[in-house]
Nanobody, 123 residues
Framework: QVLLVESGGGSVQSGGSLRLSCVTSGSAMNSECVGWFRQAPGKEREGVAS????FYADSVKGRFTISRDNAKSTVYLQMNSLKPEDTAMYYC????????????????????WGQGTQVTVSS
């Protein structure tokens, strides 16, 4: 049973934009908080943004925007002014719990995970 499906990744040049989508289904549709994470090769998975209350990692503030369309059961991540250091596999995650400033970026806070979509930014 697939609960979270990401799409929208791709290859862009530095300064370009991409919009990622995360479609929720099944039990994940009732999630209170949905987050985006990313993981580059050899690095730990890190929180990028989440929405219930909205939080952003400092590295993406002012460039990325998270939004939610409940009618479509979809969460978006609009990524502008992309940099090579944004290159990573991006994952959508969801939890039935509320996200707070102290936990939104913690992987253990989330109950459901998607398979990821690759974002590659070239200089």
């Amino acid at each position: 049973q697939v609960l979270l499906v990401e799409s929208g990744g791709g290859s862009v040049q530095s300064g370009g934009s991409l919009r990622l989508s995360c479609v929720t289904s099944g039990s994940a549709m009732n999630s209170e908080c949905v987050g985006w994470f990313r993981q580059a090769p050899g690095k730990e998975r890190e929180g990028v943004a989440s929405i219930s209350n909205t939080f952003y990692a400092d590295s993406v503030k002012g460039r990325f925007t998270i939004s939610r369309d409940n009618a479509k059961s979809t969460v978006y991540l609009q990524m502008n002014s992309l940099k090579p250091e944004d290159t990573a596999m991006y994952y959508c995650a969801a939890t039935v719990s509320h996200c707070y400033s102290g936990n939104w970026f913690r992987t253990w806070n989330y109950d459901y995970w998607g398979q990821g979509t690759q974002v590659t930014v070239s200089s």
